[in-house]
Protein backbone atom coordinates (compact mmCIF):
# COMPACT_ATOMS: atom_id res chain seq x y z
CA UNK A 1 0.00 0.00 0.00
CA UNK A 2 1.41 3.71 -1.25
CA UNK A 3 2.09 5.47 1.92
CA UNK A 4 1.92 9.35 2.30
CA UNK A 5 4.27 11.28 4.58
CA UNK A 6 4.32 15.00 5.43
CA UNK A 7 7.69 16.85 5.80
CA UNK A 8 8.37 20.35 6.97
CA UNK A 9 11.46 21.57 4.94
CA UNK A 10 13.15 24.75 6.34
CA UNK A 11 15.58 26.91 4.27
CA UNK A 12 14.22 27.18 0.99
CA UNK A 13 13.37 30.59 -0.30
CA UNK A 14 12.85 30.75 -4.03
CA UNK A 15 11.25 28.13 -6.92
CA UNK A 16 14.66 27.01 -7.62
CA UNK A 17 14.75 25.93 -4.35
CA UNK A 18 11.33 23.89 -4.43
CA UNK A 19 12.48 22.17 -7.69
CA UNK A 20 16.30 21.04 -5.55
CA UNK A 21 14.34 19.37 -3.01
CA UNK A 22 11.50 17.82 -5.47
CA UNK A 23 14.31 16.05 -7.10
CA UNK A 24 16.38 15.20 -4.97
CA UNK A 25 13.22 13.59 -3.05
CA UNK A 26 12.06 11.78 -6.26
CA UNK A 27 15.14 10.15 -6.23
CA UNK A 28 15.03 8.67 -2.98
CA UNK A 29 13.59 4.63 -3.71
CA UNK A 30 9.89 3.96 -3.66
CA UNK A 31 9.14 8.00 -4.27
CA UNK A 32 6.20 8.06 -6.67
CA UNK A 33 5.44 11.86 -6.48
CA UNK A 34 6.79 14.12 -4.19
CA UNK A 35 5.19 17.96 -4.19
CA UNK A 36 6.83 20.56 -2.06
CA UNK A 37 5.33 23.84 -1.10
CA UNK A 38 7.60 27.24 -0.53
CA UNK A 39 5.12 29.33 1.14
CA UNK A 40 3.99 26.06 3.87
CA UNK A 41 7.54 24.78 3.47
CA UNK A 42 5.92 21.42 3.67
CA UNK A 43 6.77 18.57 1.70
CA UNK A 44 4.07 15.62 0.52
CA UNK A 45 5.79 12.30 -0.29
CA UNK A 46 3.98 9.73 -1.87
CA UNK A 47 5.44 6.45 -1.95
CA UNK A 48 5.94 2.41 -1.47
CA UNK A 49 8.22 1.00 1.32
CA UNK A 50 9.95 5.17 2.14
CA UNK A 51 12.83 4.97 4.37
CA UNK A 52 12.45 8.48 6.17
CA UNK A 53 15.71 8.97 7.15
CA UNK A 54 16.52 8.25 3.81
CA UNK A 55 14.10 11.03 2.48
CA UNK A 56 15.43 13.32 4.65
CA UNK A 57 19.12 12.30 4.26
CA UNK A 58 18.28 13.20 0.17
CA UNK A 59 17.06 17.27 1.38
CA UNK A 60 19.67 17.41 3.98
CA UNK A 61 22.34 16.66 1.29
CA UNK A 62 21.01 19.46 -0.86
CA UNK A 63 21.37 22.38 2.27
CA UNK A 64 18.14 22.17 3.74
CA UNK A 65 16.79 20.76 6.47
CA UNK A 66 13.27 18.72 7.23
CA UNK A 67 11.25 17.50 10.06
CA UNK A 68 8.32 14.87 9.71
CA UNK A 69 5.14 16.39 10.34
CA UNK A 70 2.88 13.39 9.63
CA UNK A 71 2.95 9.78 8.65
CA UNK A 72 -0.06 7.70 7.57
MO1 LIG B 1 18.33 30.67 -5.47
MO2 LIG B 1 16.73 29.18 -3.81
O1 LIG B 1 20.10 30.64 -4.91
O2 LIG B 1 18.15 28.99 -2.64
S1 LIG B 1 17.98 28.36 -5.39
S2 LIG B 1 17.22 31.28 -3.50
Do not use: F, N, W
Amino acid sequence: MPEKIELTVTGMTCEHCVRAVTEAISGVEGVLEAKVDLDSQLASVIGDGIDLPTVVAAITEEGYEATQTTAS
